[in-house]
């Protein structure tokens, strides 16, 4: 980009002067000589004018960039705060082995197991796990640049014939708790429905071995994971939670 302005800059007219002044052209040859001069200099102009164009988007670019390392890193220090938040809170059952929370960067999770929210082939949560619940929503409600997605796995055990007029496999029991949990964030914990989604895996994603009575008990859970959200929505909420 350098060169090109350093040759714009450079007068044309003093390569017609020694022309004319040596005397060694015809004017045709000077009319084409001009005339081929002139072309150059449109492209000059033209290649300088492209070249403020790229300098203008890159500026731009980079302010854009900027501002959105910004974002990711307030993003950033809101997930490190409610993940200091959770560990705080949910201190007991953490040291009890019933929740893990974990952060990696911008992803925050947390695994529930099965026995703090429900009991046995049932779906409905247990009163000791919806006071849990409620300290929980209660965190998540205070970082709405993040949505809610909710969870349901089990072990590999299938459904007994007495439950499976409700729940003919294991997809619909962890559906069924999943669906709960979200529904008791929404109703009983404030949080923004737009915020919440419901999964069921199954029995389909362990985390331990399906062969030992430990394993079986870990990956029957519930997972709780803060996703990114659309930012204009995020700050729609903001406004919604100051008024």
């Given at each position: ?54 300098e203008l988007q890159v500026s731009k670019l980079e302010r854009v960039s900027e501002m959105q390392r910004g974002v990711a890193e307030q993003e950033l220090a809101y997930i490190t705060q409610t993940y200091d938040m959770l560990i705080d809170d949910l201190k007991l059952e953490i040291d009890e082995g019933k929740v893990e929370v974990e952060q990696i960067r911008g992803k925050l999770s947390m695994s529930v197991a099965e026995e703090l929210f429900f009991d046995t082939g049932e779906a409905d949560i247990k ?117």
């Amino acid at each position: 980009m350098t060169k090109i302005r350093k040759y714009l800059a450079f007068p044309i007219f003093f390569f017609l002067l020694v022309f004319f002044i040596s005397g060694c052209v015809s004017t045709k040859k000077y009319n084409d000589l001009l005339s081929k001069y002139k072309q150059q200099n449109e492209k000059l102009i033209k290649a300088n004018e492209q070249i403020n164009q790229l300098e203008l988007q890159v500026s731009k670019l980079e302010r854009v960039s900027e501002m959105q390392r910004g974002v990711a890193e307030q993003e950033l220090a809101y997930i490190t705060q409610t993940y200091d938040m959770l560990i705080d809170d949910l201190k007991l059952e953490i040291d009890e082995g019933k929740v893990e929370v974990e952060q990696i960067r911008g992803k925050l999770s947390m695994s529930v197991a099965e026995e703090l929210f429900f009991d046995t082939g049932e779906a409905d949560i247990k009163p000791a796990g919806q006071e849990v619940l409620k300290r929980i929503g209660k965190i998540l409600k205070r970082i709405p640049e993040k949505n809610i997605r909710i969870e349901g796995y089990t072990d590999t055990v299938p459904i007994g014939p007495s439950l499976r007029s409700k729940y003919p496999t294991n997809w619909e029991l962890a559906a069924i708790r999943a669906v709960n949990v979200v529904r008791f964030l929404q109703n009983n914990a404030g949080i923004d429905p737009l915020r919440l989604s419901a999964m069921s895996y199954g029995q389909y994603r362990p985390v331990a071995s399906n062969r030992t009575t430990a394993g079986k008990a870990k990956n029957r859970r519930i997972e709780i994971i803060l996703i990114d959200r659309d930012l204009d929505l995020a700050k729609k909420m903001k406004e919604n939670l100051g008024s």
